[in-house]
């Protein structure tokens, strides 16, 4: 079966950190140029957070989360991690990552081919 799972989500208070992993199953994210993470609220458009390169890499963030984010890759585990450090009130959504076959690092979430379902994430006190 193929897809792609999140997990890592859940409550924590502002300031504090969690670790969100994306598996895929059924094929290698080495197949496909980019891997990305974007997150929704209730009424709002979803929005690009980070992505990563397969072939090199590269790595591009959303301003605001900009020296707080970390994508990196485990190749060997097939999983794409995102680290969230010092998180905001505002930074609460459900999050999801996506597979693109196209070589053009983007936070745009149309291009993208193939979706998880998505964990929550809530910063609150």
């Known amino acids: 079966q193929v897809g792609l799972v999140e997990s890592g989500g859940g409550l924590v208070q502002p300031g504090g950190s969690l670790r969100l992993s994306c598996a895929a199953s059924g094929f290698t994210l080495d197949d496909y140029y980019v891997i990305g993470w974007f997150r929704q609220v209730p009424r709002k458009w979803r929005e690009g957070v980070s992505c990563?390169?397969?072939?090199?890499?590269?790595?591009l963030y959303k301003d605001s989360v900009k020296g707080r984010f970390t994508i990196s890759r485990d190749n060997a585990k097939n999983t794409v991690y995102l680290q969230m450090n010092s998180l905001k009130p505002e930074d609460t959504a459900v999050y999801f990552c996506?597979?693109?076959?196209?070589?053009?690092?983007?936070?745009?979430?149309?291009?993208?081919?193939?979706w998880g379902q998505g964990t929550q994430v809530t910063v609150s006190s």
């Open positions: 996506a597979v693109l076959t196209s070589a053009t690092m983007t936070l745009v979430p149309e291009p993208y081919d193939y």
């Open positions: 990563i390169s397969s072939s090199d890499g590269s790595t």
